[in-house]
């Protein structure tokens, strides 16, 4: 049941990506992120006030919440930057390997996945790598390149946190986690003195963008609670295949070869980690 949970937080991660990569053509991705959690901010809050006014009271549980918001929002920010200023296929494949955070934070907290769960992760993640269309440039600065691994770090940080928060109570934690990332936006509209000027038929996309996110956060959260944050990572990172395929599909994108290797080797980690986590 974990890997399928991580599975459909990886399949709506994916979805929110391309929708928001078409409104971002219009809109400046910053103010569709900012927006997006927004809304998802008002729903939480409305969600907690009325069923959910028990908010924990452990410090711990609130300084995870944080940290996985604060990863999440830096994180988006750096990937952005990094994007800005050199090529997809140069930044993509770096900013994939945030699943090695978790990984490593399984480790230290004592998982340890059978051997042939280990290969499926491994085999999965270079997928992920391949789909993201990987390619080499002659001259690349190196502040894109560090911007993406401190986006993989900190995106990775979030998702470490956002498991260990969410035991405690999935609601508070994701409405702590959106709270925080829009205090973040906030002070960044105020600095820019601009909110985007995002059209208002523009925010119901904008809120189901956000909708996506957040639902596949709570699907990853309870992955983890169900089984190892460590293979639930590597399976939540999938998204790039997801959003790949509606690119090929709606928008008839075509794939490079080394796309199409990348989308068989994931499913061939899945299908590893799949028969053997069932074992």
């Known amino acids: 049941m974990s890997a399928i949970l991580a599975l459909l937080a990886a399949a709506s991660w994916g979805v929110s990506d391309f929708v928001a990569g078409r409104v971002s053509q219009r809109l400046s991705p910053?103010?569709?992120?900012?927006?997006?959690?927004?809304?998802?901010?008002?729903?939480?809050?409305?969600?907690?006030?009325?069923?959910?006014?028990?908010?924990?009271?452990?410090?711990?549980?609130?300084?995870?919440?944080?940290?996985?918001?604060?990863?999440?929002?830096?994180?988006?920010?750096?990937?952005?930057?990094?994007?800005?200023?050199?090529?997809?296929?140069?930044?993509?494949?770096?900013?994939?390997?945030?699943?090695?955070?978790p990984v490593l934070a399984g480790i230290l907290v004592g998982e340890r996945p059978e051997h042939g769960v280990w290969a499926g992760m491994a085999v999965a993640l270079v997928g992920v790598i391949l789909v993201s269309g990987p390619q080499v440039a002659a001259r690349v600065d190196a502040r894109p390149l560090l911007l993406a691994a401190a986006a993989a770090v900190l995106l990775g940080t979030g998702l470490v946190a956002l498991g260990f928060a969410s035991k405690v109570s999935l609601i508070h934690t994701l409405w702590v986690m959106r709270l925080t990332s829009l205090i973040g936006y906030a002070v960044l509209a105020l600095i820019a003195r601009s909110t985007g000027d995002v059209p208002r038929?523009?925010?119901?996309?904008?809120?189901?963008?956000?909708?996506?996110?957040?639902?596949?956060?709570?699907?990853?959260?309870?992955?983890?609670?169900?089984?190892?944050?460590?293979?639930?990572?590597?399976?939540?990172?999938?998204?790039?295949?997801?959003?790949?395929?509606?690119?090929?599909?709606?928008?008839?994108?075509?794939?490079?070869?080394?796309?199409?290797?990348?989308?068989?080797?994931?499913?061939?980690?899945?299908?590893?980690?799949?028969g053997l986590s069932r074992s």
């Open 30 to 101: 910053i103010a569709v992120v900012g927006w997006s959690h927004a809304v998802v901010s008002v729903i939480l809050t409305l969600v907690v006030v009325i069923g959910f006014r028990d908010i924990p009271s452990s410090g711990s549980w609130l300084a995870w919440s944080v940290v996985a918001g604060l990863g999440g929002a830096v994180g988006l920010l750096c990937l952005y930057a990094a994007l800005a200023a050199a090529p997809m296929g140069v930044v993509a494949p770096i900013s994939s390997l945030s699943a090695t955070i």
């Open 201 to 274: 038929k523009d925010l119901v996309v904008i809120g189901a963008i956000g909708a996506g996110d957040l639902l596949a956060n709570a699907f990853f959260a309870a992955a983890t609670s169900l089984g190892m944050l460590s293979v639930a990572a590597v399976l939540g990172s999938l998204y790039p295949v997801a959003t790949i395929a509606l690119a090929w599909i709606v928008l008839r994108e075509r794939l490079r070869g080394v796309q199409y290797v990348g989308v068989v080797l994931a499913m061939v980690g899945v299908a590893l980690i799949a």
